[in-house]
């Protein structure tokens, strides 16, 4: 099998209702998380779009400072998104006064450690932190995950 590396124009920007079709195609968030969360004032689901239309990554803030639901699809990690998906999420905060922004990684995923760690993120602590994850019939079970809690100054 012969790989292909994919380059697209992509856009973050905050969701919409009409973005949740297309996330649920790939993404077991939907219902959950991401529709209760657009109905609240203290939440923001952002969004990559590849060429401004489809959802390639997302990323929830709590608007009292903390990140979650990091998610950028795999064909198109390492092009950038993350770090945009996290400097917007950074941005919101900042403008409403939030001056520390929190997050949980799961203790296995070195990527995204390094990834946070590089954007000045420092480790804080650790929890036993629970997410939903697919089961073959598509509903969605709740998985325990070791994890560290990361901060940053912001």
Request: charge should be positive; avoid cysteine; glycine fraction near 10%.
């Amino acid at each position: 099998m012969k790989k292909v590396r994919l380059r697209v124009d992509a856009e973050v920007r905050r969701a919409t209702k009409r973005d949740l079709p297309a996330l649920g195609t790939w993404s077991g968030q939907v219902r959950d998380t991401f529709e209760p969360a657009l109905e609240r004032d203290d939440r923001v689901l952002l969004v990559a779009l590849a060429n401004g239309r489809f959802p390639i990554g997302h990323l929830l803030i709590d608007l009292g400072g903390v990140l979650s639901n990091l998610l950028v699809l795999a064909g198109f990690r390492d092009q950038g998104l993350g770090t945009s998906l996290i400097a917007e999420g950074e941005r919101l905060l900042r403008e409403r006064g939030v001056e520390r922004s929190t997050l949980a990684v799961e203790k296995a995923n070195e990527a995204a450690i390094r990834l946070y760690r590089r954007l000045g993120y420092v480790t804080e602590g650790e929890s036993m932190e629970v997410w939903p994850e697919p089961l073959p019939d598509g509903k969605m079970q709740p998985v325990e995950h070791p994890s560290w809690v990361m901060r940053k100054t912001l």
